[in-house]
């Protein structure tokens, strides 16, 4: 094992000030990307403070469950914390679907699904054997377009 201490920005000025200038750079070539719409939902997401904990409720109790009495049940309670940053009409959505889902969860639990899918559907991948390839080609010519 070494004695010696690593370098870090705080202990290097020099190297402070490269890493400074290069990241910089990187935002300076950002800020002239357009921003697609999903990133834009992904940051009102993290930007609300009820947003990360809707989403991952959303996901492990409306999307996951295999009964879908179970995620109607869990989507009537993420109604209370309906983040600000979904449009009117989704927030109007989720309480007429929560409503309804009281007496139709097997109609109104593959909607939701569908809707959030929809939403996300750019952030996933198949993973699976048979589609991880296809899937990193899309990928791949997505970025290089």
Excluded: C, Y
């Excluded at 009281?102 to 048979?130: E, G, K, Q, T, Y």
Aim: glycine share 4%; charged share 20%; net charge positive.
């Amino acid at each position: 094992m070494s004695n010696l201490s690593p370098v870090t920005p705080a202990t290097d000025p020099t190297l402070a000030a490269e890493v400074d200038a290069q990241v910089t750079a990187w935002l300076d070539v950002a800020a002239t990307k357009p921003v697609h719409p999903s990133a834009a939902r992904l940051a009102a997401v993290l930007k609300d403070p009820r947003g990360l904990e809707f989403t991952v409720g959303f996901v492990d109790g409306v999307v996951r469950p295999e009964d879908t009495r179970v995620a109607a049940r869990a989507l009537r309670s993420l109604v209370t914390i309906t983040p600000r940053f979904l449009p009117w009409h989704q927030r109007a959505a989720l309480r007429v679907g929560a409503l309804l889902s009281v007496v139709a969860p097997w109609f109104v639990i593959p909607v939701a699904r569908r809707v959030l899918r929809h939403m996300v559907d750019h952030l996933l991948i198949d993973a699976s054997d048979a589609q991880l390839g296809a899937s990193i080609a899309r990928m791949a010519a997505s970025v290089s377009a």
